[in-house]
């Protein structure tokens, strides 16, 4: 059992009278809390601490309410506080026609919830309502692991700022789901009549699964175009050096082609090529849930060239691209989330990481800030806050 946990008031320097996107938040059995009510009247509000006191779940909190689920955890029930059936978080936020957005996940019976000005909401229509862009140690594992890793960051930034693809996403979850189990059902019926055998219900299916995945790779496809055309200059920024960085689309579909022209057709070719091979195995083979992202430096894949060094500039100039694009999108700086990002980076790395911070809201944690830390400068409008155990 965690013990309540309570912010002090923050140390002020120079405050400000400023309307920042999230100006308050407020959590009711949310992990470790019990009961919390914020204000956030700063600029940059660091958060500081011992470890497992609480930090990282205040940021997973206001993550939650931007993407509506957890960057630590696939299963709501977990943010859950032990000792209750149900955790809230409701936020005040400085959106155009908005006032309040709030989540709500309750373990027993298990169900969440999402509403915005107090009108329950699908999870699609939640989305995007707050953006962010979270800066966490184990970003790492998107370049480092599997293409899971890569297509749940563009999921994350594309549904942030572009209705369409959230919607098409949110489809194509659902016609993979549907087609997957119908393909067991063929599978079963190929064991015993051949590979061959024709189902209507499967055309049916992949028609609206073509639909939506055409959306899907057209969105990334022109997104990792665009971060193609900046991301070397950020990466030699932070560098000093003059490595060349490109990002490719792994899609099958687009494969020996340049663009997503006659994307439609091929989706259906590919349907129809792979078909045998989707009974055979009872799963979905083609689709942009089998894509991955390639990163090379120089022309080679990062990940049989790169140093440990040369991957966490990679992440940060990924990550400043990131920002650039969201603010060139929605017209608006994203909120900044930083859990402990300075542990990882050197002094030089932590000037340009502070740069992109200038002019945007953003949370820091810490377990502590030195009082010569140039963070201090980062803005005009700063406030420390301490995360104490009150047992």
């Known amino acids: 059992m965690f013990p309540t946990l309570q912010l002090k008031s923050p140390h002020h320097i120079t405050p400000k009278r400023v309307s920042y996107r999230l100006q308050n938040i407020k959590l009711q059995q949310f992990r470790s809390y019990q009961e919390l009510d914020f204000d956030f009247t700063n600029q940059i509000t660091v958060i500081t601490g011992a ?3 609480g930090k990282t779940n205040l940021l997973e909190a206001i993550y939650t309410l931007s993407l509506g689920q957890s ?5 709501y029930t977990n943010l859950v506080n032990w000792d ?8 005040k936020i400085n959106q155009a026609g908005i006032d309040t957005i709030e989540s709500f996940f309750s373990r027993h019976p298990k169900r969440k919830n999402y509403k915005i000005d107090g009108v329950n909401q699908k999870q699609s229509q939640f989305i995007g309502h707050l953006q ?5 140690p184990e970003d790492l594992n998107m370049l480092y692991l599997s293409p899971l890793y890569r297509r749940r960051y563009l999921d994350i930034i594309l549904s942030q700022t572009d209705r369409e693809y959230l919607i098409a996403l949110t489809n194509y979850r659902k016609v993979i789901k549907h087609k997957n189990a119908l393909l067991k059902q063929i599978q079963k019926k190929a064991l015993e009549f051949g590979p061959d055998i024709k189902d209507t219900d499967l055309e049916i299916w992949n028609f609206q699964l073509v639909d939506f995945a055409s959306t899907i790779i057209k969105s990334r496809h022109d997104f990792l175009k665009r971060l193609n055309t900046d991301i070397t200059g950020i990466y030699q920024g932070i560098s000093d050096h003059h490595e060349e960085i490109a990002i ?10 340049p663009s997503t022209d006659n994307l439609n057709d091929q989706l259906h070719r590919l349907l129809e090529e792979y078909k045998s091979r989707e009974i055979l195995s ?3 083979l083609i689709g942009p849930h089998r894509d991955d992202i390639i990163f090379t430096m120089d022309h080679h894949n990062i990940n049989d060239s790169a140093s440990r060094g040369e991957f966490r500039t990679l992440l940060l100039a990924i990550k400043l691209a990131e920002i650039d694009y969201i603010t060139e999108k929605t017209g608006r700086s994203p909120l900044l989330l930083l859990d402990d990002v300075f542990s990882e980076l050197d002094i030089h790395r932590q000037n340009h990481l502070l740069n992109a911070v200038k002019g945007s809201q953003a949370i820091i944690t810490t377990t502590a800030v030195n009082p010569d830390h140039q963070i201090l400068n980062a803005s005009d409008s700063l406030g420390v806050v301490q995360i104490d155990d009150l047992c």
Not at 248 to 257: D, G, L, V
């Open 51 to 53: 470890n497992g006191h």
């Open 71 to 75: 960057f630590r955890t696939n299963d």
């Open 84 to 91: 209750s059936d149900y955790s809230r978080i409701t936020a």
């Open 132 to 136: 962010t862009v979270l800066f966490h």
């Open 248 to 257: 490719s689309y792994k899609n099958k579909a687009t494969a020996n082609q």
């Open 282 to 284: 009872g799963k979905s």
